[in-house]
């Protein structure tokens, strides 16, 4: 039996991993999370299966860290400061997390595992009107964010068991919920305010379920 370690996997989208991968009864699920957003509740109704552990702790830990990497086949990590607005509000914070522990595993993997890591879409930066971005575009970031994504997935580059996933925009219910996002927000604000009021509405944005975010990830550990 394979065994993952998850690192934020309490949040929003490592939350509804864990049960797809429980499901399955195929792996071991070790997750590492700081439960920085006091989510514990979401990972409530799992945590007595015997395929799962949780671990409090932070990815910043380079010692327990380097510990589970070396314990697990599959590494994913998740645990990220999300968004550009909360990288710029703490740059520190996010280059930590979201770049040196990348760094941090990618120093502690060896080459019979493998890694699967999100990079945003914010890599490519602004589309014009006449041009739009697809999988073939360089990637140009403007913030902080997509600088850090944008450098992460280039440490991991050179690693032959790596998958890189450009996610669009997520949205769906989750057990760590998130308004923030966009159509979470508009579901939101129609079901609370009754209407929506759309800034820049000429603007495109590509969206992906979480379930189908969680598929992915289930389809490359499982065919690869």
Known sequence: MKKILITGGAGYIGNVLCRQLLISKKYKITVLDNFLFQQQNALLDIITDTNFNIIKG??????????LVSENDIIIPLAAIVGAPACERDKLLATEVNLHQIVNIKKNISNDQMVILPITNSGYGFG??????DEMSKLNPISHYGKLKVEAEKVMLDFD?????????VFGVSNRMRIDLLVNDFVYRALKDKYVLLFESHFKRNFIHIEDVASVFFFFIENC
């Open 128 to 133: 014009t009107k006449e041009m739009h971005f």
């Open 161 to 169: 068991n790596f998958i890189s996933l450009r996610l669009a925009t």
């Open 58 to 67: 932070d990815v910043r830990d380079v010692d327990i860290l380097k510990k």
